[in-house]
């Protein structure tokens, strides 16, 4: 069972099972709901239970939704809504998670302050 939260506490969730490797996003949505690039891991819906909701509020995109703690900001959840998974950012798990970080997507569109040097695998779109 994987555990977590917002910042103060006021979103928990747990997560029954967790694939084994995350995603970095640098697509520009994505850096600015985090202030920089975004680093989550699917969970299917079917796993995630999330157990206080009076903070969390959904803001909707053209094809998703981003999940967020209303009283600290702490950015959650990506959840497009025609798929069987949810995004969860790997900053809200408590650890250890043994997951790791796979990949680099939407690189095209990273910010210009910072290089990828993991020799990780990255993607333009």
């Known amino acids: 069972m994987f555990k977590g939260s917002c910042l ?17 996003c640098h697509c520009s949505q994505c850096r600015k ?4 690039f975004d ?15 009076t903070s969390l509020r959904w803001y909707h995109t053209t094809k998703v939704r981003r999940g967020f703690c209303a009283t600290c900001g702490s950015h959650l959840f990506f959840d497009p809504p025609h798929l069987d998974w949810v995004g969860v950012a790997m900053g809200a798990f408590d ?5 790791r970080l796979a990949q680099h997507i939407f690189c095209a569109d990273k910010g210009d302050w910072y290089e990828i ?3 990780l695998p990255q993607n333009a779109q």
């Open 95 to 99: 650890a250890p998670t043994g997951v």
């Open 33 to 36: 709901v985090t202030g920089n």
């Open 117 to 119: 040097t993991d020799g």
């Open 8 to 24: 103060c506490g006021a979103v928990t969730f747990e997560a029954a099972k967790t694939a084994k490797e995350a995603v970095a």
């Open 39 to 53: 680093v989550s891991v699917e969970v299917a819906k079917s796993y995630l239970t999330i157990h206080d909701t």
